[in-house]
């Protein structure tokens, strides 16, 4: 149930009907940035609760700063915009909302001065994305992630996801289910669409943002919600690969993600090879607050369904 709509240059349309040229430059270059917000179905409620809402947004402005884009809109106006869409698409499951702001002259040259601007938000069901209960068998990726003085990765710049599609694809087409990246001084980043966690000893590890990082979302949840509901503090610090072999676990966290655990690394079974036992606690109280389950973390949720005026 469910029909997908679009917010496309000012208006409310059918996705179907949100299309733009190729000469558009952002398709030519890669020259626009986007989010990714979840919209978790609450069954009980009938409500659709989008999570950290405010966050992404956030994220996305910073994102056009970087990149030079004009984002004319306030908070509030990009907040209703979204319940709105989501609203009138009316799904009853799990679904994605991918607002975009890009280069939208229909103009040649690669630059990003002297040119139009627009946003875009379109909305789809998404279910899962990896397997969050066996969990994701990993390989290091011979693809080095992005360095921030060569395309900055705390931007979600349409672009920079090239550097993801050849890891994913390598890993998949090597029979893995993700791509773990080091940075260029071999510093363990993050997966191609995914922050990564390493649990040792019983705290927590994450690199930080100046290991290339995008700096994400559900990486600050799990950092609150270890912090705050388990009484475990997240050491930010820079990660060797081998690090990862030795750990008790790992996992990987990402709007699309959520958190999944990391099974095995390069044909080494990581802990014993299963989901941890700090993983599965995580999952437990994030599976939670992101439906608008838990009454402590529910200023993260925003309804769809339920609060905006008909
Ligand atoms: C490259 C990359 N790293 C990390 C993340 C996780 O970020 P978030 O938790 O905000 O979704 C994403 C997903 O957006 C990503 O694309």
Redesign the pocket.
Known sequence: MGTPFAYFRGQFVPLSEAKISIMTHAFNYGTGVF??IRGNWNEEEGEIYLF?MA??YQ?LRRSCRIMMIHLPYSDEDLYAITTRLVELSGFQEDVYVRPMAYKSSEALGVRLHDLEDDFAIFVTPFGPYLDVERGARCCTSSWRRVEDTGIP?RA?IIG??VN?ALAKTEANLKGFDEAIMLDERGHVS??????LFMVADGKLYTPPPSDN?????????VIALAREELGIETVERPIDRTELYIADEVFL?????HITPVIELDHRPIGTGKRGPITARLQGLYFQVIKGKHPKYRHWCTPCYSQVKR
């Not at 990082?213 to 949840?221: A, F, H, K, M």
């Not at 966290?253 to 993600?257: D, E, I, W, Y």
Request: charged content about 30%; proline content about 0%; overall charge negative.
């Open positions: 989010e990714g950290r966050d992404h994220r990765a979600k920079i996801y993801s993050e997966g191609s669409g995914e922050n990082i995008l700096v994400g979302i559900t990486r600050d949840t966290t990402g709007t699309a993600a």
